[in-house]
C-alpha cells in the first residue's frame, strides 16, 4: 500500500545512488532515511524503473492530479506521511513500543499542530537517540501494548493518557473523549448522525470509562491523581477535537453543568443540535470549524443563519465560537463571559490539574 520501497530494494533494480537522489521531488517522496514511497508514474528513462513498485493506483493519482497540494487536503496528508514514516521505520529494536505522539498517530487519535518529530519509542532498559527515533526507558506493561499494521505500540487508552505528558492534559483529555466515543458508539460518524445517540447513553458513561481508563490509570507510577481527574469528566458526546477543547475549558473555568449535543424541536420538526448547552440560563454554544463551509458552502452558511435566528426567537442566547478562539482559555473565557456574563454565577470548583 501507498508504494512504500526501501532504498535496498531500489539499488536492487539497478539504480545508482544519483538516480535515486535525482528522482526526489519527480516521482519519489522520501519518508525516512531509506524509506520512499513512488508517487507518479515517470516517464524520465533513469526513473522507470520504480514504476513496478507502484501499486496501488490510488496513490498515484492522488498525486498525479495534484489532490495532495488542495488547501482541504493538507493537514491530513502531513498527518497521513508522519503515519506511514511511523509504520515503516525500518530499524525499530526488539522490545520497542511506540508511544506518545507517535502511538496516537498510528492510532489514528485527533491531535492539533504537533509537528513532524522522531518517532516516539519505549524501552524498558534501552534510551538512545537519532534524527529519527527518541527512544526514553520507559516500562510498559504488557496489558498496555497492543499491534497496529504488525507494530508494538501503546493501547489507545494508555496512549490517550501519555499524551498528558507528552502534549499536556487538554491533548490528553481530547484524545480520550475520542476513545471513549469509539469503544461506546463505534467509528462510522455518518451512522452515528443518521441514527442518532443510544438511550440512556450518559448513565453508562461511569462505568465505560472505569473499564477503559481505570486499569492503565491504575497502572501508572505517576500523574494517577490528574489522569482520574481527567477520566471523570470525558464524555462520549464530542464529535470533534474542537469541541473536546470547547469542553475542557469550560471545566478548567469551573462551568460543569452542561448538556452536549441537545436536539432543539419544534414539535415533530428538529431544528438543530447544539454542541453545548447550559439549560438554566439558555446559553447555547456552537464550535465552528472550516471544513463543513469548505465541503457545503453558502448553502450551510444559509442554513446556519436561519437556524440562529429560530433559536433566538425561542429565546437562546447563542455563541459561535472560532477554532482558534478555543485553543486559549483565555481568549475562550474573555467571549464567553462578554457575552453571557450571567454563566459567572454557575461556576463552580475549577479543574486543577
Keep these: 500500500m501507498y508504494n512504500v520501497v526501501y532504498f535496498q530494494d531500489l539499488r536492487a533494480t539497478g539504480a545508482a545512488t544519483t538516480d535515486i537522489k535525482s528522482a526526489l521531488g519527480c516521482c519519489l517522496l522520501k519518508l525516512d532515511r ?4 513512488v508517487i507518479r508514474r515517470c516517464k524520465d528513462s533513469s526513473h522507470r524503473r520504480f514504476v513496478r513498485f507502484a501499486i496501488d493506483e490510488a496513490w498515484l493519482v492522488y498525486h498525479e492530479t495534484g489532490r495532495h497540494r488542495e488547501r482541504s487536503q493538507r493537514r491530513k496528508y502531513l498527518e497521513h506521511l508522519d503515519r506511514l514514516r511511523i509504520l515503516h521505520y525500518p530499524r525499530y ?16 487519535l485527533g491531535l492539533f499542530d504537533v509537528p513532524t518529530q522522531p518517532v516516539n519509542v519505549a524501552h524498558a532498559v534501552s534510551s538512545s537517540r537519532t534524527g529519527s527515533l527518541t527512544r526514553r526507558r520507559i516500562s510498559v506493561h504488557a496489558e498496555d501494548i497492543c499491534e497496529v499494521e504488525g507494530i508494538r505500540v501503546t493501547t489507545q487508552a494508555k ?37 442518532g445517540y443510544p438511550p440512556h447513553i450518559m448513565s453508562r458513561v461511569p462505568d465505560a470509562v472505569d473499564g477503559l481508563f481505570g ?13 482520574r481527574k481527567l477520566a471523570s469528566l470525558v464524555t462520549p458526546l464530542s464529535e470533534s ?3 473536546s477543547r470547547a469542553s475542557f475549558n469550560l471545566h478548567l473555568l469551573g462551568l460543569h453543568d452542561f448538556v452536549q449535543q441537545f436536539d432543539v424541536k419544534d414539535g415533530y420538526r428538529t431544528i438543530t443540535r447544539l454542541d453545548h448547552l447550559f439549560e438554566e440560563s439558555g446559553v447555547a454554544l456552537y464550535i465552528d470549524g472550516t471544513q463543513k463551509y469548505v465541503d457545503g458552502g453558502f448553502a450551510v452558511m444559509n442554513k446556519e443563519s436561519w437556524q440562529q435566528n429560530r433559536l433566538l426567537s425561542m429565546g437562546y442566547k447563542v455563541l459561535r465560537f472560532k477554532f482558534n478562539e478555543i485553543l486559549n482559555v483565555a481568549t475562550f473565557s474573555r467571549k464567553l463571559f462578554d457575552q453571557a456574563p450571567e ?6 470548583k475549577k479543574l486543577a490539574l
Design 241 to 243: 477535537y474542537a469541541e
Design 93 to 108: 529494536r526488539s522490545g520497542d513500543v511506540v508511544w506518545g505522539p507517535s502511538a496516537a498517530k498510528l492510532h489514528k
Design 343 to 348: 454563566l459567572r454565577q454557575h461556576c463552580k
Design 34 to 37: 531509506g524509506v520512499y514511497s
Design 159 to 195: 496512549t490517550a493518557l501519555d499524551l498528558r505528558m507528552a502534549l499536556g492534559p487538554a491533548a490528553a483529555f481530547a484524545a480520550m473523549e475520542q476513545v471513549l466515543r469509539w469503544s461506546m458508539i463505534g467509528f462510522d460518524e455518518e451512522a452515528i448522525f443518521k441514527t
Design 215 to 227: 486499569p492503565p490509570i491504575a497502572r501508572m507510577a505517576r500523574g494517577n491523581q490528574s489522569a
